[in-house]
């Protein structure tokens, strides 16, 4: 029987979704497939959020279910009161009997005496805050006259967002303020007047570090990377600013940017030896850095990315890989695996295809691969079934019911939430994918 | 609106996932948006379920409002009963699906041609919670399937237990115990709902004498409702504990009219034994707070003070329908008990009792691990290693065994404790690693200035870092008297009325125990309207309080 809910389409790609004039990609098949998605809400992205942005708080006003995903989300680490939480609606709220404004001002005002060090409230916006249209940016408008910190909104709703989006709509949120020019009035260059160069998505501290250090190196001195450590610290831009990214994740906040007129250095993401190359040599043509001292500077990096991935990426050679969607995140890891590992990509599921972001990855992937964007996750696991990869790099909720069927997996999860860019990490991130086909191999243990 | 940072409980269609999830070849059609697949992860990560639970969920997206969710629904429903033929299909929603108002139990009862017996849940998203949805929904399937038949005119001699579900705690291990208990005094199962249950078990309820309801906050209505219906005596005591558990073998000998005097009189469990040797002298009056679901937060206060003869200094639940059993229970240890869902007020609750032991869920296990306070999960929410892989059950007699070791373990042995206050100067007795408790007890400091060490640094990886820096901390504090008071002890007081010398001496003091002598101390001081806190007065404090 043709199950109803599946409606499966082939169709290429929109050729042009964003006008926009930037490079032409190469077209893949792309099958569309609707049905039930296994992948968290834009909600989640807090979770990685709240830490990085260290004087900002984020209050969801949702439900009892919004707070049991951060919870569960984040579960695992609970060792500090966390600068995240969730006003929940009750029936009072939803009747109406309970004035909205009043109600989230209680809560705020609790909040702030409570946790004086808050600089910045993110609002964040849940499918039931959305359904009763409860109007959240009107709300941190009203917030921001009675309080001194800054009130900002954006949705992280699991009708609106897939997991990774809520940080793109958090970035976009910051943009818009970042637009309006409050200039921070710090000595840090990146902040007494507009950068040369944006960064635009979440990477670890230790990344940053990295890569401000080889940017600086080639001569680029002036380099912010967005979400800042602090959030009321928000770099100055201009339309000499450039943008690139290091999340496939920030789309519509690159847009918002591009608007703006900040110009996009298009490439690939920096993953592996290969890709992190490629991205700062993208970075240095826009700049117009002489490629011998290009070159100088990157060496030392490079070599000692592609030696350690020399040592780590073998059990990978020749795998088969499959991919379930997640975080956006399944193009530039394909990319990875297949160029610099040696992996054959089977299927690749992804939430939705942004070429402006992944465009320049789809160049350097095989054609032999399936391509699936949105999901119906009965009927995936059935065609996973069938094609029987080495490994599968899937969400938290299927990693042990495929390995106890016999499937090697990597928790998707764990890419949004390691330091996996840039030269210094390249091995390390090959090394994810390594350890459950190692563990396996080291097992004696019947299954 | 209320502000929640964590929550004990989950929404009530958590609750039935857990129900259905629980029982065998029965499926559950959610409407609900794509986010609230996490809950998947809740079944596949914490109990390393094997498999998916058997939840469809719609995932409706915004685009699909006011046009196609009910007949999204529809077609989810049509879809999973040809995929996965169930026995039972429960339909239900999430939070946002009940603002939507599609009512997904009269869509489906209204699907034509479906062949499955359809189970509507309705829980209000709302204004209740993660245990009072399990509890509905077992309660919704059991009437469902039971509401027409009429009480039986022969019963076999066995009993049913009722309450055992996916992510309860230890109930995997307990009902094995549970029925082996059973066994022993002759009495059989009759069926276990809704642990592996199937329809032919529920079916089959009204055949036992008796209900035994191990957990209220997902059997007591059911349980209820089947006493009403069919007459059946519901067993109320909870096996947890040797006392208990005994209690527990007489009243099921006497519902179903069994001979139990030779069971009772050899209880198998090594307890009472362990508790009365002498090595466990030091257990006395250990100062234990308790905070969890309200069958296991009754239960251990009394295993602690009845048979481990610690003093209950907390006694509080989450589970809010049940505050009523708590706040008795409470009252004969001569304290207030603790109802709330805020985990905050709890942390609040441990911090101004200094309990040496905390006996609470994985958020009290959190608290308790910040605080430097030894501390043991006994309740749901728990996290994966509190679901080991060795038969670990908590009811019975072999239960009260898991129960001694688990329990005791965290605290500091015996002559250790002496040896740490005899020579309190030996530098390998640091403040931050003492005995074979390392990590544990790092009593990271908790002032408001406290600067030195602050919660967020405390992660699993780090432990040792920390509790390296607090003991450097605790170096320096010796030498310079003049920082002891606030960063090397961490305690609350009122530190400006301290002399130096009384101070040093203070600080002499075992540091689990100097807490409340500190608290003495300034009680002593505040009773006798004294100024200063003199190397004497912490003396006179001593004798004063000595004995009491
Ligand atoms: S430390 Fe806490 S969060 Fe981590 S596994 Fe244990 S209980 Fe869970
Ligand atoms: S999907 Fe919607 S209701 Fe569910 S957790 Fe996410 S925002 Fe909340």
Redesign the pocket.
């Given at each position: 029987m043709t199950m109803p809910v599946a409606s499966v389409a082939k169709c290429k790609t929109p050729a042009a979704e964003h006008k926009t004039a930037e490079a032409k990609h190469k077209t893949i098949d792309i099958v569309q497939e609707r049905g039930q998605r296994e992948v968290f809400c834009g909600l989640t992205g807090i979770v990685w959020l709240h830490r990085r942005m260290q004087d900002a708080f984020f209050l969801v006003v949702g439900s009892r279910t919004c707070a049991h995903l951060l919870q569960s989300a984040a579960?695992?680490?609970?060792f500090a009161e966390p600068r995240f939480g969730t006003a929940i609606l009750d029936d009072r709220d939803l009747s109406g009997s309970a004035d909205f404004n009043d109600e989230l001002e209680r809560i705020v005002n609790d909040l702030v005496v409570r946790r004086p060090e808050i600089k910045t409230l993110f609002l964040v916006g849940s499918c039931p805050s959305e359904v009763i249209k409860l109007d959240l940016e009107k709300a941190a408008e009203r917030l921001n006259k009675i309080h001194p910190l800054r009130v900002l909104s954006f949705s992280g709703s699991g009708i609106e967002t897939t997991f990774t989006q809520g940080e793109d709509n958090c970035l976009k949120a910051l943009i818009a303020d970042m637009v309006q020019g409050s200039p921070a009035g710090d000595d840090d260059v990146a902040f007494s007047r507009p950068c040369e160069l944006l960064v635009l998505g979440t990477v670890a501290d230790v990344v940053e570090d990295q890569f401000t250090r080889l940017l600086q190196a080639m001569g680029i001195n002036s380099v912010a990377f967005l979400p800042t450590r602090s959030a009321s610290r928000l770099p100055l831009i201009d339309q000499n600013t450039k943008v690139v990214l290091v999340q496939p994740f920030v789309g519509e906040s690159l847009r918002e940017l591009t608007r703006h007129g900040l110009q996009h250095i298009q490439t690939v993401f920096p993953f592996g030896a290969e890709g992190t190359l490629r991205w700062l040599k993208a970075i240095a043509d826009a700049f117009d850095i002489d490629s011998q001292h290009f070159d100088r500077v990157v060496e030392a990096p490079l070599s000692r990315a592609r030696t350690a991935m020399k040592k780590v990426a073998e059990p990978l050679q020749g795998r088969r890989v499959s991919f379930f969607p997640d975080s956006q995140l399944e193009i530039p890891m394909a990319r990875f695996l297949y160029e610099e590992c040696g992996m054959q990509p089977v299927e690749i599921g992804v939430p939705f295809f942004d070429r402006q972001c992944i465009g320049a990855e789809l160049d350097l992937l095989p054609d032999n691969i399936r391509f699936v964007e949105g999901q119906h996750v009965d009927e995936q696991l059935a065609r996973l079934h069938q094609d029987q990869p080495d490994l599968t790099v899937c969400g938290m909720g299927l990693g042990n019911p495929l390995e106890a069927q016999g499937l090697a997996t990597k928790w998707s999860i764990e890419l949004v939430f390691s330091p996996i860019h840039g030269f210094e990490q390249a091995a390390d991130l090959a090394a994810l994918f390594v350890k459950p086909l190692k563990r396996r191999q080291l097992l004696k243990v019947p299954a | 609106m209320k502000l929640a940072l964590w929550t004990y409980e989950g929404p009530p269609h958590i609750g039935a996932m857990r129900v259905v999830n629980s029982m065998q070849n029965a499926h559950y059609v959610l409407h609900a948006p794509q986010g609230d697949t996490y809950a998947d992860l809740l079944f596949t990560m914490i109990e390393r379920q094997n498999h998916r639970p058997p939840v469809t969920y719609t995932t409706f997206q915004a685009r699909d409002l006011g046009s196609d969710t009910a007949n999204l629904f529809v077609e989810s429903v049509l879809d999973a009963a040809e995929r996965f033929k169930p026995d039972v299909m429960f339909v239900g929603e999430s939070c946002t699906a009940e603002l939507i108002q599609d009512q997904p139990g009269s869509l489906a009862l209204g699907i034509e041609g479906l062949d499955v017996p359809v189970v509507p849940l309705e829980h209000p998203a709302y204004s209740r919670k993660e245990n009072y949805g399990a509890s509905e929904a077992l309660y919704a399937v059991v009437r469902a399937v039971l509401k027409d038949d009429v009480i039986p005119d022969q019963r076999t001699p066995s009993v049913n237990l009722i309450g055992p579900s996916s992510l309860g705690f230890r109930c995997r291990d307990d009902i094995k115990e549970v029925m082996a208990l059973l066994q022993s005094i002759g009495v059989q199962t009759n069926a276990v709902v809704p642990l592996n249950a199937t329809l032919a078990d529920i079916k089959s309820l009204p055949q036992a004498t008796a209900n035994v309801c191990l957990y209220s906050e997902v059997g007591r209505t059911t349980c209820d409702w089947l006493k009403r219906q069919f007459k059946q005596p519901v067993i109320d005591v909870v096996p947890i504990g040797v006392t208990a558990t005994r209690e527990f073998v007489k009243a099921v000998a006497e519902a179903v009219g069994v001979d139990a005097t030779a069971a009772l009189q050899n209880h198998a469990s090594r307890l009472p034994w362990y508790s009365r040797s002498i090595d466990s002298n030091y257990l006395t009056g250990k100062r234990v707070f308790i905070f969890a679901d309200a069958t296991h937060a009754i239960a251990a206060a009394r295993v602690a003070s009845e048979e481990l003869g610690f003093e209950v200094v907390g006694l509080g639940t989450y589970s809010r329908e049940f505050g009523r059993e708590v706040r008795a229970a409470a009252e004969s240890y001569g304290i207030e008990a603790l109802i709330t869902d805020d985990y905050l007020e709890v942390e609040d609750a441990v911090k101004s009792t200094e309990p040496e032991l905390v006996l609470g869920t994985?958020m009290e296990?959190?608290m308790a691990k910040r605080l430097g306070i030894a501390c043991c999960v006994i309740s749901a929410p728990f996290?994966?290693?509190d679901v080991p892989a060795r038969y670990s059950p908590q009811m019975g007699y072999e239960g009260a065994n898991v129960i001694f070791d688990s329990w005791v373990h965290p605290l500091m042995m015996g002559l250790e404790e002496h040896l740490l206050g005899m020579f309190t100067d030996d530098f390998e007795f640091s403040d931050a690693a003492p005995s074979h408790l390392g990590s544990h007890a790092s009593y990271a400091s908790d002032s408001p200035t406290g600067d030195a060490i602050t919660p967020q640094q405390v992660t699993?990886g780090n432990i040792d870092a920390v509790a390296n820096a607090a003991a450097s901390q605790t170096n320096t504090a010796q030498t310079d008297t003049s920082q002891i008071k606030t960063e090397a002890d961490g305690l609350q007081g009122n530190d400006s009325l301290w002399t130096v010398d009384a101070e040093r001496e203070l600080k002499k003091i075992p540091f689990f125990v100097r807490g409340k002598a500190k608290r003495n101390t300034e009680r002593y001081a505040g009773q006798f309207g004294l100024q200063t806190i003199t190397l004497e007065t912490l003396y006179d404090a001593k004798a004063h309080y000595s004995g009491s």
């Open positions: 579960g695992v680490m609970i | 994985q296990r959190h996290h994966v290693e699993p």
